[in-house]
């Protein structure tokens, strides 16, 4: 929970600044010359609320090697969710007066995605 003597205006931009973290983690996974190889298969859905939500396996190469039966970008997955907690706790260490726990849902299996509604 955010501590209750921040303004409204001060924990979103305490928010605003972990999701840029972990929006970085991704970000450099595209870029060859900083990436973790492990992450190229990882991509950012959406932040709603307080969830950020990533999948692996979705771009055509990782899908071909699931099917295949490789399923290391899983692992890579997990491995990325031990950095987002990594990350929390230094951005706990280096902020003043925060102390942001997180906890991770992790699930495995198809996935099918669509638009509902007109937007």
Not at 28 to 47: C, E, F, G, N, V
Not at 50 to 70: H, R, V, W
Not at 101 to 109: C, R
Request: aromatic fraction near 8%; charged fraction near 25%.
């Amino acid at each position: 929970a955010v501590v209750s003597t921040q303004s409204t205006g001060g924990c979103i931009r305490v928010l605003n600044e972990i999701v840029r973290d972990l929006d970085d983690l991704l970000a450099s996974a595209s870029d060859m010359r900083k990436s973790d190889p492990r992450w190229r298969a990882i991509q950012k859905i959406k932040t709603v609320g307080p969830c950020y939500m990533a999948a692996s396996g979705l771009d055509p190469l990782t899908e071909e090697q699931t099917k295949q039966g490789n399923h290391e970008h899983v692992i890579h997955l997990m491995d990325f969710c031990f950095k987002i907690l990594e990350t929390l706790r230094e951005f706990n260490k280096y902020t003043l007066g925060t102390k942001f726990l997180m906890k991770i849902g992790f699930n495995y299996g198809p996935v099918t995605d669509g638009i509902i509604g007109q937007n």
